[in-house]
């Protein structure tokens, strides 16, 4: 295919402006991630991301592997405010239950 989806092909079509506050976490049960604050997810609101880490080792892939070897899950929290600039996300607590607990700020809302 000549576009990737990167395991996200549910919101493939997404624009995002302004990511950054890249934040990795582990928790005490093993689970890795990534969270991203994205200023404007596209539809005029901020929005944070959650990835689990899901590293894959080339040598364990066949030669006609796919965007499905990207798939991980993910969390996505649309938030009540836009900001231009600034801001960051980053989950809190341990994170081991599927509920998660976010602190998140901007830098200046709108």
């Not at 093993?30 to 894959?56: H, K, M, P, Q």
């Not at 796919?66 to 600034?86: A, C, H, K, R």
Request: no cysteine.
């Amino acid at each position: 295919s000549s576009s990737h989806v990167f395991g996200m092909s549910d919101i493939s079509s997404a624009s995002w402006n302004g990511v950054h506050n890249v934040r990795y976490s582990a928790s005490a049960s093993g689970r890795e991630s990534v969270t991203i604050f994205v200023n404007d997810n596209g539809s005029g609101s901020s929005a944070l991301y959650e990835f689990d880490l899901n590293l894959v080792s080339e040598s364990s892939l066949s030669s006609d592997a796919d965007d499905s070897v990207f798939d991980t899950p993910y969390t996505y929290i649309e938030l009540p405010f836009s900001t231009g600039s600034q801001g960051g996300a980053r989950p809190i607590g341990s994170g081991d239950a599927d509920v998660r607990t976010y602190v998140v700020a901007s830098g200046g809302a709108s």
